[in-house]
C-alpha cells in the first residue's frame, strides 16, 4: 500500500534502553521529517533530510540520532531513552519542488512510546 | 522556537454551526497549509495556500491567506460530528530556505450532535 506508514505504533522501554522507530515512504519525496507531539507543545521538529545521506536538526534533537542511506526510509534511534521521551512521534515527507512552490508535509500514523 | 500563534484554543459547538479559527504571526510566510488530526492518527493536510489573499476551498471548509501575509484562517461551515478533531495551521517563513515549517499549538473542536 502505498504512502507514508511507521512501525511499531505501540512501543514500550525502560529508561537506558535504545529504541529505533521506523519510518518508511513510498513517494520517493526527496524531504523527510521526525516530529514529537506533546501535550501543550505541539509539533517539535526533531531532525530532518533532504535526501539520503543529507540530515539535519530540528528544534529538540537532543537524545536522538538519525539516519538515512536509502531516500525511503528515516529511521529514529533513541540512544539511551529517558523519560522524557515519552511522546507520540510522527514522520513525515514532503516532495522535493525546486521551484519553491511545495512545502505540503504528509504525515504517518505515528509511533506511541512510553519510557518507564 | 518560533511558533504561531493559534486561536482559540478549544471550541465546543452545536451539529449545524459554522466555526472559525485563524493563526496569527509577527513574521511574513510565503505559504500556509491547514491540516486535522483525528485521535490517534497523524495530521491530514487539508488546504495548503501559496499567494497574499489567496481563498481556497476544499468542500465544506475555507480558508485564507491574510493580505499581510502574517496571518491565517479557516473556517468550516455547517459542522458536522466527523469534524471532531485537532486543527492545526503550519507556515513556511518568507526568509526560510529550507522545508522546516513553524506550527500552531492547535485549536480543538467538538461537536455536539
Known amino acids: 500500500d502505498a504512502g507514508i506508514t511507521q512501525s511499531p505504533r505501540y512501543k514500550i522501554t525502560e529508561t537506558g534502553r535504545q529504541v529505533t522507530l521506523m519510518c518508511h515512504q513510498t513517494?520517493?519525496?526527496?524531504?523527510m521529517f521526525w516530529y514529537r507531539q506533546d501535550l501543550g507543545h505541539g509539533l517539535r521538529l526533531i531532525y530532518y533530510s533532504a535526501a539520503a545521506d543529507i540530515t539535519d536538526k530540528g528544534e529538540v534533537p537532543d537524545g536522538y540520532v538519525v539516519s538515512r542511506s536509502k531516500t525511503e526510509n528515516f529511521p529514529l534511534t533513541l540512544e539511551s531513552a529517558t523519560r522524557s521521551q515519552t511522546s507520540v512521534y510522527f514522520c513525515?515527507?514532503?516532495?522535493?519542488?525546486?521551484?519553491?512552490?511545495?512545502?505540503?508535509?504528509?504525515f504517518g500514523p505515528g509511533t506511541r512510546l512510553t519510557v518507564t | 522556537g518560533q511558533q504561531l500563534n493559534q486561536s482559540p484554543q478549544s471550541m465546543f459547538i452545536q451539529e449545524g454551526e459554522d466555526v472559525s479559527m485563524n493563526c496569527t504571526s509577527s513574521?511574513?510566510?510565503?505559504?500556509w497549509l491547514w491540516y486535522k488530526q483525528d485521535p490517534g492518527e497523524g495530521p491530514v493536510l487539508l488546504i495548503a495556500?501559496?499567494?497574499a489573499g489567496e481563498l481556497t476551498s476544499n468542500g465544506r471548509l475555507t480558508a485564507q491567506f491574510g493580505i499581510t501575509r502574517k496571518d491565517s484562517f479557516l473556517n468550516i461551515s455547517a459542522s458536522i460530528p466527523s469534524d471532531v478533531g485537532i486543527y492545526f495551521c503550519a507556515g513556511q517563513l518568507w526568509a526560510g530556505n529550507n522545508r522546516k515549517l513553524i506550527w500552531g499549538l492547535g485549536t480543538s473542536l467538538a461537536v455536539n450532535p
Open positions: 513574521s511574513i510566510f510565503n505559504t
Open positions: 495556500l501559496y499567494k
Open positions: 513525515a515527507s514532503s516532495e522535493a519542488i525546486w521551484t519553491g512552490d511545495s512545502y505540503e508535509q504528509y
Open positions: 513517494w520517493s519525496h526527496s524531504y
